[in-house]
């Protein structure tokens, strides 16, 4: 299982990036999706995840109203729309499928991870 992440860059604080998340996978459409991400000497943190259907969305507070969350599964790709970007949003981001359909802010929700696209945000 092979997920590719995609997207990420340098951005000044204010600005949009919009990350992709692609997969052959076919456990891809059944489960939910979601995004981490991970600031150098920090933990991995939650910061958004979608159900299989693309009707329920969760975000960590830190982010919501600025990101958003969405699928396409005839394409196999998960997107995420990071709008009015800040310094501490800058970290590697991770696309990670879930073991189900809930979406778990729990990194043992999930059995398969994507390699990592790196957002880097100045001030």
């Known amino acids: 299982v092979q997920l590719q992440a995609s997207g990420g860059g340098l951005v000044q604080a204010g600005d949009s990036l919009r990350l992709s998340c692609t997969t052959s996978?076919?456990?891809?459409?059944?489960?939910?999706v979601s995004w981490f991400r991970q600031a150098p000497g920090k933990d991995r943190e939650f910061v958004a995840g979608?159900?299989?259907?693309?009707?329920?969305?969760n975000y960590v507070d830190s982010v919501k109203g600025r990101f958003a969350i969405s699928r396409d599964n005839a394409k196999s790709v998960v997107y995420l729309q990071m709008n009015s970007l800040k310094p501490e949003d800058a970290a590697v981001y991770y696309c990670?499928?879930?073991?189900?359909?809930?979406?778990?802010?729990?990194?043992?929700?999930?059995?398969?991870w994507g390699q990592g696209t790196l957002v880097t945000v100045s001030s």
């Open positions: 990670a499928v879930g073991r189900s359909d809930y979406i778990s802010s729990r990194r043992s929700g999930y059995g398969y």
């Open positions: 996978t076919r456990t891809f459409s059944n489960n939910a």
């Open positions: 979608i159900s299989r259907r693309g009707d329920r969305s």
